[in-house]
């Protein structure tokens, strides 16, 4: 009778254990917010409990929060110079304002990703985006009065985009557009540098197993607890799509996705997106997307942008002249071209 | 001591005829247990409520939650007084905005969603639909 007694505990004491082991995993969590760079930030991780995972996702939204207000171009805060006030004009000129040195960091982040993409990517082309911005909104709020910007127009602001013209100091700490026409927008590389500079101030922390995702731009902190790889997939946007783009592991590494799909608006009938290409000074139309795959979230926001303004052939060039850095492509006819290194991040499904 | 009892009464109830009749019961007993466990498990599992369905958060809160396996039609109404609207349709286990009040229309663009982690984000009126399937481990942890 004792040892019945005996065999049901040990019973007892496994099943126990069973659901104690099972307890003490860490989940997933995921949260997210409206609040940043004009699109849907997610922050998805592992912890032991939801207080865990809340205290992390709260540190990175606030962190991305200081960026989003130090390099907005739309709004201006209270006892603080951001890039809406660096744009501002007094007196019919710009001031020289002294920043943050989170925006001189990003400022000279800038003119190497200028460099970088041969100019594709130019933080200093604000005035020719605002006019597209304008009529963008315009065509929003009367679809049925949706117009293009007019050429001339455009050929005009074209003139005041001489990156040059934008002049850093250093050790001030000031920024100076020395041209009164000239407009920043750092929409091309903002996100993807705010995602890696607050990546990397939370790996400081000895923060691993979560992801941050600002609107297609994905940044992994390090590998699941498991010490596998996350698996990304990569949407395909067309409506009979049955399978994603590509399925990646991402162990670290971040993948950004640039798409004519993510934001546009219609002018009779046809779509016209939001990436311009500083040559023509039209919406790029190549491509349906360019993901970029690459240790850095600020150089694949940069890459994504500029790939998407290049044929496939430039863009493979430049690809394969950096280490490290691979690319996918998604023509608007369908069909997909990879850089020579791609498939090593890519996993089965 | 005490593990000196155990194995005295080990040696003892093996040995006896009744002994026998009693490791059966209790091998049986065992096995049944095993079997109410794993059948629990498998009821847990398959019969979760929901199954495959949508989660629609609007600005971070669950707004409702719906299977995929049923047509249905939701109007999330959304702003101060609902004024702002994503028709959300659910057919043949595909989920899509029908129609929405935002201005770019974006979302009512999206093609309809049901694999694990695929959404459609409505960001004038903070809405989220994702999907959330019963297979989840089997899908891909991100989708970009």
Known sequence: MKRTLLVYLLLLLLLASAFTSCGREAQKFSEYSFDYFDTVTTVTGYADSQQEFDEIADEVFSLLGEYHRLFTIYHRYDGMENLCTVNELVDGAHRTVTVDRRIIDMLLYAKQAYEMTGGKVNVAMGSVLSVWHEYREDGMDEPWNAQLPPMARLQEAAQHTDIDKVLIDEQACTVTLTDPQMRLDVGAIAKGYAVEMVARQMEQKGIAGYVINVGGNVRTLGAKPDGSGWTVGIENPADDAEDYLAYLQLDGESLITSGSYQRYYVVEGKRYHHIIDPVTLMPADYFTSVSIVCDSSADGDALSTALFCMTYQEGLALIESLDGVEAMWLTVNGKQYYSSGFSGYQTEY | ?144
Do not use: W
């Not at chain 2, 096995?31 to 949508?54: Q, S, T």
């Not at chain 2, 770019?104 to 999206?110: K, L, W, Y």
């Not at chain 2, 959404?119 to 089997?138: E, F, G, M, W, Y």
């Open chain 2, 1 to 144: 001591m005490n593990r000196n009892h155990m194995n005295n009464e080990k040696t003892s109830s093996t040995a006896g005829k009744g002994g026998g009749r009693k490791l059966r019961n209790d091998i049986i007993f065992i096995a049944a247990l095993l079997c109410a466990v794993i059948c629990l498990g498998a009821g847990f599992y398959f019969l979760r409520p929901g199954g495959d369905e949508v989660v629609v958060k609007v600005d971070g809160e669950v707004f409702g939650t719906y299977s995929l396996d049923r047509d249905t039609v939701i109007d999330i109404r959304t702003g101060k007084s609902g004024e702002q609207l994503n028709r959300l349709v659910i057919k043949d286990g595909k989920a899509y905005v029908e129609q929405a009040s935002c201005p770019d229309g974006i979302c009512a663009a999206h093609k309809p969603i049901s694999r694990q982690g695929e959404s459609i984000a409505c960001l004038p009126n903070k809405v989220v639909i994702t999907v959330q399937t019963r297979d989840a481990d089997h899908g891909p942890d991100i989708v970009a």
